[in-house]
């Protein structure tokens, strides 16, 4: 299986801030990565896929990048509707799997 | 509108068994592959299970392989999870997922439900 390691596990910022998240696949996963926001009692929501590929909707302050093992997220300038965790997944290959989650707390 | 509704959680003892199904609407059930993705308490995402568009093809986590049974009716937009042999490591949220291609072997997920909560305890 690959193994998805994300970091930080966590992390404090104020709105405004910029913030990155990074995911670390065990192995190549040729940009077949998705990230997820997912607020407390609600199911997980798309915010990119392959990547970098905006879902229809989220602001365009979530950017993604990457290749090969390594990518990141991040949010240009944080609002307060961001404060949330965050979770990559890969779909390179099945199992599907996530990364452990990156949750992102008011400073 | 993509809307995906859960049911069938509960509390189940050790050992037992519990059937999942999640109602979709808004698309047509057999363009898309189907998964189950489960939450522990307090814990991250965990996929499960998954089921292409046609259901003639199925994937399971090795956790679950061989109690747990994937499948669904696209005549009722009907995906569903048979489980047996319930373990207290199996309590979590199940989630439904919808995939974005006919395959279920690979995709992201572009759509969830609201999730069903499963406790297993003596």
Do not use: H
């Amino acid at each position: 299986d690959i193994q998805m390691t994300q970091s930080p596990s966590s992390l404090s910022a104020s709105g405004g801030d910029r913030v990155t998240i990074t995911c670390r696949a065990s192995q190549g996963i040729d940009n077949f990565l998705a990230w997820y926001q997912q607020k407390p009692g609600k199911a997980p929501n798309l915010l990119l896929y392959e990547t970098s590929r905006l879902e229809s909707g989220v602001p365009s302050r979530f950017r993604g990048s990457g290749s090969g093992t390594d990518y990141t997220l991040t949010i240009s300038s944080l609002q307060p509707e961001d404060f949330a965790t965050y979770y990559c997944q890969q779909y390179y290959t099945t199992p599907r799997t996530f990364g452990q989650g990156t949750k992102v707390e008011i400073k | 509108e993509v809307q995906l509704l859960e049911s069938g959680g509960g509390l189940v003892q050790p050992g037992g068994s519990l059937r999942l199904s999640c109602a979709a609407s808004g698309f047509t059930s057999n363009n898309y592959a189907m998964s189950w993705v489960r939450q522990p308490p307090g814990k991250g995402l965990q996929w499960v299970s998954a089921i292409s568009g046609s259901g003639g093809s199925t994937y399971y986590a090795d956790s679950v392989k061989g109690r747990f049974t994937i499948s669904r009716d696209n005549s009722k937009n009907t995906l569903y999870l048979q489980m047996n042999s319930l373990r207290p490591d199996d309590t979590a949220i199940y989630y439904c997922a919808k995939g974005t291609v006919t395959a279920a072997g690979t995709g992201y997920f572009d759509s969830w439900g609201q999730g069903t909560l499963v406790t297993v305890s003596s």
